[in-house]
C-alpha cells in the first residue's frame, strides 16, 4: 500500500486521502489497516485500543498523543488536523467477529480511546463513534469511553444497552482560567460536570447493566484554593476518581510525554509548581476527606474498568 500523505505537511500530491476544513482543523480521510489495536502499558488490563480517528482537534498542551502522530510536522500543528479512520465500522465488524469466533463466550475488553477524543468535533458531523458502538453493542464488550466532550450525551440511549461501560470524563483543573490556558478548545469544566452527571442519573446501574462513571483529573493541573471545595464537591457524582502527575518530559518523538507548550505555561503558575508535590498531595488529602465514599485511584490503577 502506499505511503499516506498530508496535503498541507508534504509537497507531494495526497494519494488515498481527501481534505475540508472543519473549524481551524484540516482534515483528512485514511482507510485504516486495523481498528483494535492490542492495548499495552498503562491500559495493558484491557485487549484492545480503539482509536476512531488519528490526531486530535482539542490539541491539549500537554497531550502525549503527539507521539503518534504521522510525521514531525504534524506532530508539531497538533490539534490542527484529524484523520477518520473511513472504513473503521467495516474493519471493526471484521475484528470483532474474528474475536468472537476465537473466544467464544469472552467479550473482548476495549479502551475507546487511548490516543485521540471520540468526540472531538469532528464526532458531530461524522458520527463515527456512534456507528462504532453500533457495531459493538451485539458483540457487548467491556467498554471503556474516555472523553472530555459533553457530545456522549447525544449518545445515550445506545451506551443504556452496553451491559459493562464505564465513562472516564476528563477534567484535569478545578479553575476555568487554568483550562482555559492549558486547553483552550475543550469544553467548560461545567459542561463536562453536567454531562457526566446526565449519563450518571440516566444510565441504569442494575444486575444486567453495570453502568460506571469516573473523573479523571490526569494530569492534575493548578486548582487555586478558593475553587477546591466547591469542584471536589460538584465530583461526588461518580463512582470513581482518579489522579495522577504529569507525564514526564521526554526527548524521543516517539516518547510519549508532556508538550513543551504546557512545560512554557507551568512558569505561569509558580505558586502551583515550585511545590508540585505538596500541592498534589494536598488536592488529593482534600479529595479523600470530602469524598469519603468515592474511590480515589492513582495512576495506571484507576483507569481499569473494575
Ligand atoms: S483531548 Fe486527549 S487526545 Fe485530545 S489533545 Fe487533549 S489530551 Fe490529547
Redesign the pocket.
Known sequence: MAKSQYEGYTCQAPTILVREEFGAAKIYASQAQSLLNKATGFIGSYDFTLNPYRG?Q???SY?Y?TAFSPNPQMRQDW?NWVIVKQNAAELLAKELAAWDKKHPGIPARIYMSS???PY?PIEFKEELTKTLLQVMLPYQPTLVIQT?SPMIVRDMEILKNFRRLRVNMSIPTGSESVRKDF?PR?PSIAARIRAIGKLKYNIPFNEEHEAKFSITITPLLPTFPADQIKFISKLAIVDRIVIQDFHPTGKGLLTASTRPEAEALKNKYLWWYDNETEKYQQFKANLISQLPDIEIMEGKAGFGYD
Open positions: 486530535c482539542y490539541g491539549c497531550c498523543a490539534g490516543v485521540t477524543d472531538q472530555r486547553e475543550s
